[in-house]
């Protein structure tokens, strides 16, 4: 595919993953490394390193329109953001280090655990709740050390810690569906920033790609926001945990 003909539709596909992931609270990296390394022949390390970029931009859009909503939990972001920050920088290095082969077998299985799960905590999540940023308690040092540890592995993906942290706070802290999701992509837009400025110094960023798909992303988060408060939450995370699901089978069958 020509770049003058491939650029538009990465715009559009982009703008399309930042309406999911707004939505959803989980950043769209989850979409954009399958397009990436499947559809484009990217490697993995640049795969993951384009996605941070374009997680980046998505989630500073999302968060935007979520703040001024009011329906971010701004004490348990900002927790849990600077928390993720050394984890997101060490798992751009390890995936300078690991091979092609290594990593589809991570990104497959790692698809098939979360889109399994997903799918599942959907049929409970019926209508998902209503919003309410003041969460009165939450177990701040488990939230804070997970955290830590989402950061890695969202780097090291390249998908954003949201598909971590949006069951994590819903599942374990019990915040409120819709309040987990705009506090993901809050949590997000400080964590996807460290890993994108260590992906971009190791050269793993396909700039014109990550330009276009993040411009579209920026556009698409803004109509996510607002579609999020109507939208029933249990369709869209089943609807979330079949996709990934097919992603993780799709990157299993590359080994073979």
């Known amino acids: 595919m020509e770049m003058t003909l491939a650029l538009p539709l990465l715009l559009a596909i982009g703008a399309g993953v930042g309406c999911l992931g707004a939505m959803l609270g989980i950043g769209g990296g989850i979409i954009i490394v399958p397009l990436l390394t499947l559809a484009l022949g990217y490697t993995p390390q ?21 703040l001024r909503r009011g329906l ?15 984890g997101a920088a060490a798992g751009g290095y390890v995936s300078h280090l690991l091979q092609g082969q290594s990593l589809y077998a991570v990104f497959g299985l790692f698809f098939l655990l979360i889109g399994g ?4 905590r959907g049929d409970r999540k019926r209508g998902g709740g209503e919003a309410d940023a003041s969460i009165p308690s939450y177990n701040k040092a488990i ?26 706070m819903t599942g374990l802290l019990r915040f ?3 309040t987990a ?18 992906h971009a110094v190791l050269g793993h960023v396909a700039w014109p790609a990550a330009l ?39 990157f299993l069958s590359a080994l073979f």
């Open 176 to 178: 409120p569906v819709k």
């Open 212 to 250: 276009c798909l993040g411009g579209g992303a920026v556009l698409g988060a803004q109509v996510g926001v607002r579609a999020a408060a109507r939208a029933r939450t249990d369709l869209l995370i089943r609807g979330a945990g079949l996709l990934i699901l097919a992603v993780g089978i799709r």
């Open 117 to 120: 799960k997903m799918f599942l």
């Open 143 to 168: 939230g804070t050390l997970l955290s830590t540890v989402i950061g890695f592995l969202a780097s090291l993906l390249g998908i954003g810690g949201g598909v971590f942290h949006v069951p994590m």
């Open 72 to 86: 971010v939990c701004r004490g348990a972001a900002l927790r849990f953001g600077l928390a993720t920050l050394p």
């Open 181 to 198: 999701i705009a506090t993901s992509s809050a949590i997000l837009a400080l964590s996807s920033l460290s890993g994108a400025v260590s």
């Open 46 to 66: 640049m795969a993951v390193g384009t996605s941070m970029v374009v997680v980046l931009l998505n989630t500073l859009s999302s968060a935007a329109g979520y």
